[in-house]
């Protein structure tokens, strides 16, 4: 069983919203989480992520648009995605950290742990 299960990925018309899951064996309460994406010929980049005390952070690019959430009873993190433009078209991968967030939140190899990401398409 995979540590980190990412569901809810597919394709969107510009304006349209998705909300993904990232299923987790355990999220403990001081694990941070994050999402991630790739799109192709680029470098992964930090979309969001949740701490501990469920302080977030968010990309520039997704603020406002993009809020991540978790619920821990049922080991879920969540990234509803809303106001989708073709620009968020990529790999959205699920990341997680089983301590406190490291600084840059955003920097991948900060993170141990990765589920193997759901895709993203948004048509204009």
């Known amino acids: 069983q995979e540590r980190l299960v990412e569901s809810g990925g597919g394709s969107a018309q510009a304006g349209g919203s998705l909300r993904l899951a990232c299923s987790a064996r355990y999220i403990g309460r001081r694990f941070c989480m994050a999402w991630f994406r790739q799109a192709p010929g680029k470098e992964r980049e930090g979309v969001a992520r949740?701490?501990?005390?469920?302080?977030?952070r968010y990309a520039d690019s997704v603020k406002v648009r993009f809020t991540i959430s978790k619920d821990i009873d049922k080991n879920i993190v969540y990234l509803q995605m809303s106001s989708l433009k073709p620009e968020d078209t990529a790999m959205y991968y699920c990341?997680?950290?089983?301590?406190?967030?490291?600084?840059?939140?955003?920097?991948?190899?900060?993170?141990?742990?990765w589920g193997k990401g759901t895709q993203v398409t948004v048509s204009s």
């Open positions: 949740i701490g501990s005390t469920s302080v977030t």
């Open positions: 990341a997680e950290d089983r301590g406190v967030c490291g600084t840059p939140w955003f920097d991948p190899t900060k993170y141990p742990y």
